[in-house]
T-cell receptor
Framework: DVKVTQSSRYLVKRTGEKVFLECVQDMDHENMFWYRQDPGLGLRLIYFSYDVKMKEKGDIPEGYSVSREKKERFSLILESASTNQTSMYLC???????????????FGPGTRLTVL | KNEVEQSPQNLTAQEGEFITINCSYS?????LHWLQQHPGGGIVSLFM???GKKKHGRLIATINIQEKHSSLHITASHPRDSAVYICAVVRNRDDKIIFGKGTRLHILP
């Protein structure tokens, strides 16, 4: 069974704090993704990575950075959290034989982040 | 105009009913995904298709490339099917994934 785990289900932080969201997958997938999900807006891609140390900006990268030092781990960093980053954050991974979205994505359970 | 539109936005039905959720898109695509999100947030991939029809248990997904339309059908619906169903397309000009806003389905016992 493919498993994608995220470090926290719920997180509360204060404005200005540095926040780390961790994602780990155990299926040796090349691709990993970070999305945020907001009511009325659906899922939006923040960053993705198709290999160790490789990262690409998605649709809404501002205010975020990522790190992929090991194949199984993809971290999302909020350098200085702001209230408009309150959201549900979802990590996903997929196998990458040819393209980014050629295969099923496996999602983590999500982290609901509240920034006060 | 959104590139991916789902209808209906919300759907309530009785247990046992046949359910259809629609997804229309306005761009050229290489693939279309159907996802299911249960209360609590976890997302599961149901189907990925680029042509024709796929079936898994009580779920059927179809796609008509010429009409730029896909449908997700649920036969003999059950309260455990209550979830948000999300359509996502992979735009073929840049390999970008675009998500619909989802259809919230509620099956009453």
């Amino acid at each position: 069974d493919v498993k994608v785990t995220q470090s926290s289900r719920y997180l509360v932080k204060r404005t200005g704090e540095k926040v780390f969201l961790e994602c780990v997958q155990d299926m040796d997938h090349e691709n990993m993704f970070w999305y945020r999900q907001d009511p009325g807006l659906g899922l939006r891609l923040i960053y993705f990575s198709y290999d160790v140390k490789m990262k690409e900006k998605g649709d809404i990268p501002e205010g975020y950075s990522v790190s992929r030092e090991k194949k199984e781990r993809f971290s999302l960093i909020l350098e200085s959290a702001s209230t408009n980053q309150t959201s549900m954050y979802l990590c996903a991974s997929s196998f990458h034989p040819t393209g980014l979205y050629d295969n099923e994505q496996f999602f983590g359970p999500g982290t609901r982040l509240t920034v006060l | 105009k959104n590139e991916v539109e789902q209808s209906p936005q919300n759907l309530t039905a009785q247990e046992g009913e046949f359910i259809t959720i629609n997804c229309s898109y306005s761009v050229g695509i290489s693939a279309l995904h159907w996802l299911q999100q249960h209360p609590g947030g976890g997302i599961v991939s149901l189907f990925m298709l680029s042509s024709g029809k796929k079936k898994h248990g009580r779920l059927i997904a179809t796609i008509n490339i010429q009409e730029k339309h896909s449908s997700l059908h649920i036969t003999a619906s059950h309260p455990r099917d209550s979830a948000v169903y999300i359509c996502a397309v992979v735009r073929n000009r840049d390999d970008k994934i675009i998500f619909g806003k989802g259809t919230r389905l509620h099956i009453l016992p």
